[in-house]
C-alpha cells in the first residue's frame, strides 16, 4: 500500500515481506505491517536522498515514527501481544482467532487505517530530514572527510552490503536498524535477511510461473537455516535491546555502535548464503 501512495510500486520488494506476518516467520515479534512500513520509508528515502549516511539516518528515524504511530494506536507493536497467537499455537487457537473471531478481517482493518497514518509519518519524517544540513548527525561524521567510504549508520544497511545487495535494498533495510527505528525489539539485521531470502524464494517461484504464497517461505528450509544461524550468534536472544543490553539513544549512538564493530559476529552469521 505504501509503495503505491508513494506512486513506486515494487512488486518483488512486496513479496519478500511475507514472512513479517506473523511478526517475523510466526514468532510474534513486532507486526509485520511495522516491517512494511519501515522498508517503505527506506525506499522513498533512497528516492529523495540517494544512497548514503543521511538516507540511512531519515530511514531510522522515519521508521522510528511509524512504531510510535503504530505503539500509540495499539499499545502493543508486537503481534503476540495483539493476536495471542505465534508459532506455538495449536491449530484450534489459529482457527478461533482468523475463523470465528473474524481475525483476517480485523488484520486487513488494521492495514486499511494505518497505511496512511503510515505515509504521513514518512513523509513528515523526510520532509524534516530534506531540511536538515545532515541527518546523520554531526558527531559520528566529523573525521570522515578523509575516507573514501561512508560510515555506516544502520546495522542492517551494512548486512545489506556485505551479502552484495543493492543500493536501493541497502537503504530500504536501513530503518530495520535496532530492532526497526532503534525502538529495540527483534534484530532488524535479522529481518533485513529474512527480507532477502524472501524476495529470493519470490524470484524463483516467479520463474517458474508459479504463484507466491505465505507457505513457500515458511516451508523454506533456508528461512529456518537462517533464524538458526541467527540464534547461535545472538546466544538464542530474539530482541536488539537484549542482544546489545541497552536500546540506542538515537542515530549517532547506533552508527558508533556500528563502527565500533556492535554485532559484528552477528552480522557475518548473517551473511552467509
Known amino acids: 500500500m505504501l509503495d503505491r501512495a508513494f506512486e513506486h510500486p515494487q512488486e518483488l520488494e512486496e ?51 511509524v512504531v510510535e504511530s503504530f505503539r500509540t494506536r495499539h499499545g502493543e507493536i508486537n503481534c503476540f501481544e495483539i493476536t495471542n497467537l505465534d508459532k506455538s499455537s495449536s491449530t484450534w487457537e489459529m482457527i478461533n482467532f482468523f475463523l470465528i473471531k473474524g481475525g483476517t478481517i480485523g488484520c486487513f482493518k488494521m492495514a486499511s487505517w494505518y497505511a496512511p497514518l503510515a505515509f504521513e509519518e514518512i513523509d513528515t519524517a523526510l520532509t524534516d530530514a530534506a531540511g536538515t544540513e545532515d541527518a546523520a548527525g554531526t558527531p559520528f561524521l566529523r573525521d570522515e572527510a578523509e575516507e573514501q567510504e561512508p560510515p555506516p549508520v544502520s546495522c542492517a544497511a551494512l548486512l545489506a552490503r556485505k551479502m552484495g545487495r543493492s543500493e536501493e535494498h541497502a537503504m530500504m533495510a536501513s530503518g530495520l536498524a535496532g530492532g526497526i527505528g532503534l525502538c529495540g525489539g527483534a534484530c532488524g539485521a535479522l529481518g533485513a535477511a529474512i527480507w532477502f531470502q524472501a524476495m529470493e524464494v519470490s524470484r524463483e517461484k516467479r520463474e517458474k510461473k508459479g504463484k507466491v504464497r505465505y507457505e513457500d517461505h515458511l516451508r523454506d528450509p533456508r528461512g529456518q537455516a537462517l533464524i538458526d544461524r541467527f540464534l547461535k550468534a545472538s546466544d538464542f536472544r530474539f530482541e536488539c535491546s537484549e542482544i546489545v543490553g541497552r536500546v540506542f539513544e538515537d542515530v549517532a549512538d547506533h552508527a558508533e555502535y556500528v563502527r565500533s564493530g556492535g554485532c559484528r559476529e552477528l552480522i557475518e552469521a548473517l551473511a552467509q548464503e
Open 15 to 65: 513479496k519478500g515481506t511475507m514472512p513479517f506476518a506473523g511478526g517475523i516467520m510466526q514468532h510474534g515479534y513486532q507486526c509485520g505491517m511495522i516491517w512494511g512500513a519501515a522498508l517503505a520509508a527506506g525506499a522513498e528515502a533512497h528516492r529523495r536522498f540517494g544512497p548514503g549516511p543521511k538516507a540511512e539516518a531519515a530511514a531510522i528515524r522515519a521508521a522510528s515514527r
